[in-house]
């Protein structure tokens, strides 16, 4: 179950944040409360911009 860390942009408020890509479950904004990404059983749905990968465990060799 490989998968990445990735920052997101906040389209209301452009705080910040890191999330996996591929949550189980609804991210909120910490700032604001808007929702940044949306489980969607793979890959979320990702509601603002992505800014950067932090850590992609996709070509890792060890995951």
């Known amino acids: 179950m490989a998968g990445s ?3 997101v942009a906040c ?3 452009e705080n ?6 591929k949550p189980s ?3 909120s904004c910490a700032v ?3 929702t940044l990404v949306t489980p ?3 890959i979320g749905a990702v509601e603002g911009e992505v ?8 070509t ?4």
Do not use: K, S
Not at 16 to 21: A, D, L
Not at 51 to 58: A, C, L, S
Not at 60 to 63: F, I, M, Q, R, T
């Open 51 to 58: 800014v950067d990968v932090v850590e992609d465990r996709t």
């Open 32 to 34: 604001c409360g808007h």
């Open 40 to 42: 969607t059983g793979g």
């Open 60 to 63: 890792d060799p060890l995951a």
């Open 11 to 13: 389209p209301d408020c």
């Open 5 to 7: 860390f990735i920052t």
């Open 25 to 27: 479950n609804e991210v």
């Open 16 to 21: 910040e944040q890191i999330v996996f890509e």
